[in-house]
Structure formats: structure tokens, C-alpha cells
């Protein structure tokens, strides 16, 4: 019996078809191409790529059956096997051709590549086809950021390394720096569909409302580029105008008498104080008879006004948690601080805000609120503080400590840049929290 093993390897090599070579070019083609042009130029290939090829055949030998035996019944075990000879065929196949629709799209896909690149920096979401406001010419988008344009870094060390390498070396701002001003754009985020009311309220008097609302405002206003206003709506003639200097004798008593005849920024902005962070303050009325006539209606007077110019409206709340001022006040609020003193019937009063807030519908805010815990008043010393954080850590959604400073326990104008850090980071802080909190944009 022939060696079969010895026939395989002297058998020739079994010719590729052509069309199988044919697929697997045009595989290799197509794996080239993004995958959306791969139809378009299927439909200009040929159908069939099959090509007759004539092989001679070779000698005919006699191979023996292999298998079952057939010894004893008489058949012919022999069967004939045609074997065919080693023949070399060159088959040449055009390369597929481009269709005009398949070039159009790879030209226009690249020119589309090229100009995401471009717009990659772009603020304005990708499906957007709203014209560009002038915001969006911002220097970070615009600038090429190289020697004559990068800014001076921060920081001592930095500063040093600069100033010693003749401004060639700049190894960028210190990590504080950079912390600071990472903060800086988390307070800055910008809000579209309206003015943003945040007020700040307790239903106890003496636990610091006032201080935090300056507190708040000032670290807006000096981290923001837009206009922050913080307004005295308290009826039992309100001090928040007594933390900047005055520049006006004008309360919120004038606004609602010259409503009518308001009719842009300037007009507005002659009725209210402003301080060196920039941020302005609309006093209450001084005589206590006008302060309590100051009602629902008036206030949403202010509020109208406010709306028109300012972005970002605080409003400071006196202690009547059921007047009608505090209910309009309430009804446009996008969030609230519950300001807490550090005693334990000041704790107690400041979470019985928040369960009358949500028994009157008002749990969403309550659920969105910042407890600012001012440790400046008395008997903060024999309390554990971790405790009442840990209380209102329940029910709201952060706490901030206010730390003690002698320029706000003086009760006078309050000097932003003055104050000590701890506490200007606090203030900054609390900013962070609240803006964290706002709606982004109120048309969604």
C-alpha cells in the first residue's frame, strides 16, 4: 500500500480561488475606511469576480480502496484517482474603485475632523446650532497659550524659581493656589433662566443671620464677575446695611415707591450701598411702624426689581416665620441656608425651622438647605458641635462651621480682605456649597 503521508507532501499546493482572494482584499480594503462609507462603495463593485481556468488532468493510477474490507464478495476494490498536475495561475483583479458618493464622504468626514478639533474647547454643547454669545470669546478659548501669554505663576517657591530664571522658567502655581482658584470656578458657575434667590433664615434672632448673609455675599461678589445684591427683609428694622459703608439713606421702602420710575441699572444701583468686594445691599426701613407695613407685596416688588440686574439675590429674614414676607420669600427661593448658633436651644430652634419648613411643603429646600453653624456665640465652648453637625447632617445636605472673628463680633462694617482666612475660607466655602446647590438653568 502507498504511504499516504508520502503522497500529501508530494501533492501540490491547492490554488487560492479567485474569489476568495477577491474578499479578502476587499476586506483589507474596507478595514481602512470608516465603517458608514463601506456600503456606498459596495454597490460599485462587480457582482461576479469568477474566472474560467482550464487545469489538464494528469495520469490516472490505481489506489486501493481503504476502509472496510471487501475480501470475499467479489468486488473490484480498486478505484481510479485523477491526479491533477502543479500548474501556477496569476490571477489580476482591478482594485476597487472609489465611488464619487465614497470619496464625498471621506472628504467631507476629514473636513469634519479637522474642524471638531478645532472646536473641541467650545462651551456650547456639540448639537447646538444657536448662534455664539460675545461670552463665549473668552481669553482661555482665544489665546495661545506660549512664553508671552501664560501668566506669572503663584506661590513663593514658583514665584522664586520665575523671578531667579529671568521669567524662562515657570513651573506653574503652588497647590494652594491652584486649590484656590479651582474653588473660584466652582463659585463662578453661571446659570442661565433668571436671578437665583437664596434666604437665610432662623427662627431664633441673635444667632448670626446677618453676619452669614454678609459673609455669603461677599464671597460671591468678590469670586463672581456678575451682580450680587443682598436684601434686608427683615420687618423688625434689619442691621445688614450697618456691615458696609453707606452710600445712600435709601431703604427698601424707597425701591417700592420708585418702582415706576426704575427703568435701568444705574436708577437701581442709586438706591443701594456697595463695598469693596462689589457686593450691593438694599437696607431695611429704620422706624419699626414702616418696616412692618413692609409686606408680601412690596417684597415681591424688590424681588421684581432685583430680578432685572442682579444674578445671584441673598435675603436676609428676620425671626417672624410666619409672615408674609417670609412666605414670598420662600415661594421664590432655589435654595436656603438655616443659620444655627453653637448652644443647645439654639441647635433645637434651628432644626424646628426645618420641620416647619417641611411640614409646609417646603422639604425639597429643606433636603437642598446648608446649616451655617456660627461657634461665635456663647456657650459654643460646652457643647459638642460634632454632635449637632452629626443632627443636621440627617436632614440637610452640608454643614459649614463659621469660626469666631473680631471684626465680626465688633458688629460694625465688616472689611472682606481684613477678616482672617479661616474665616475668609468659610465664607468662600459656604459660597461653593450654595452655588453647588442652585439650578444650573430652570428651563430644563
Known amino acids: 500500500m502507498p504511504d499516504k503521508r508520502t503522497d500529501d507532501q508530494s501533492a501540490p499546493a491547492r490554488p487560492v480561488s479567485a474569489a476568495k482572494r477577491t474578499r479578502d482584499e476587499r476586506d483589507d480594503y474596507h478595514s481602512e475606511l470608516p465603517p458608514h462609507t463601506i456600503d456606498n462603495l459596495a454597490a460599485s463593485l462587480p457582482e461576479s469576480l469568477s474566472v474560467p481556468i482550464e487545469v489538464p488532468v494528469g495520469p490516472r493510477r490505481s489506489v486501493p480502496a481503504v476502509g472496510r474490507s471487501a475480501r470475499g464478495t467479489g468486488l473490484d476494490t480498486t478505484r481510479i484517482v485523477s491526479t491533477p498536475a502543479t500548474h501556477t495561475v496569476e490571477i489580476s483583479t482591478p482594485a476597487p474603485a472609489r465611488s464619487a458618493g465614497a470619496s464625498s464622504a471621506i472628504e467631507s468626514l476629514s473636513r469634519a475632523d479637522a474642524a471638531s478639533t478645532v472646536r473641541r474647547d467650545r462651551i456650547r454643547t456639540e448639537n447646538s446650532t444657536a448662534p455664539e454669545s460675545a461670552a463665549m470669546l473668552t481669553s482661555d478659548r482665544l489665546l495661545a497659550v506660549n512664553r508671552k501669554t501664560r501668566k506669572a505663576p503663584q506661590g513663593s517657591w514658583p514665584e522664586f524659581v520665575y523671578a531667579l530664571t529671568l521669567h524662562l522658567v515657570n513651573v506653574g502655581d503652588s497647590a494652594k493656589v491652584q486649590a484656590y482658584k479651582e474653588m473660584d470656578e466652582r463659585i ?242 459656604l459660597a461653593e456649597l450654595v452655588v453647588e446647590g442652585l439650578p444650573t438653568d430652570r428651563n430644563l
Open 188 to 429: 463662578r458657575r453661571q446659570f442661565e433662566g433668571g436671578t437665583r434667590f437664596v434666604p437665610i433664615l432662623t427662627r431664633k434672632g441673635g444667632v448670626g443671620k446677618t453676619t452669614v448673609t454678609t459673609l455669603l455675599g461677599m464671597a460671591l461678589a468678590d469670586a463672581r464677575d456678575d451682580r450680587i445684591i443682598a436684601i434686608d427683609a427683615n420687618p423688625d428694622r434689619g442691621t445688614l446695611s450697618e456691615r458696609v459703608s453707606k452710600q445712600t439713606r435709601s431703604t427698601v421702602r424707597d425701591v417700592v415707591s420708585k418702582a415706576a420710575s426704575i427703568g435701568n441699572f444705574t436708577d437701581f444701583s442709586a438706591l443701594v450701598s456697595r463695598d469693596e468686594t462689589r457686593l450691593d445691599i438694599l437696607a431695611s426701613d429704620t422706624d419699626p411702624l414702616l418696616s412692618e407695613a413692609f409686606d408680601e407685596n412690596d417684597y415681591n416688588v424688590v424681588a421684581d426689581l432685583a430680578a432685572r440686574y442682579y444674578s445671584i439675590a441673598l435675603t436676609d429674614c428676620g425671626t417672624g416665620i410666619v409672615h408674609s414676607v417670609m412666605r414670598a420669600t420662600l415661594q421664590r427661593a432655589d435654595s436656603i441656608v438655616i443659620v444655627s448658633g453653637g448652644s443647645v436651644d439654639e441647635a433645637r430652634l434651628a432644626s424646628e425651622t426645618l420641620t416647619w419648613l417641611e411640614a409646609n411643603g417646603y422639604g425639597d429646600l429643606v433636603r437642598n438647605a446648608i446649616v451655617a453653624l456660627n461657634t461665635a456665640t456663647q456657650g459654643t465652648n460646652l457643647v459638642r458641635l460634632e454632635e449637632i453637625e452629626s443632627h443636621f447632617r440627617s436632614r440637610v445636605r452640608e454643614i459649614v462651621r463659621i469660626p469666631y472673628d473680631p471684626q465680626l463680633a465688633a458688629g460694625s462694617v465688616v472689611s472682606y480682605k481684613d477678616l482672617k482666612p479661616i474665616t475668609r475660607l468659610a465664607a468662600r466655602t
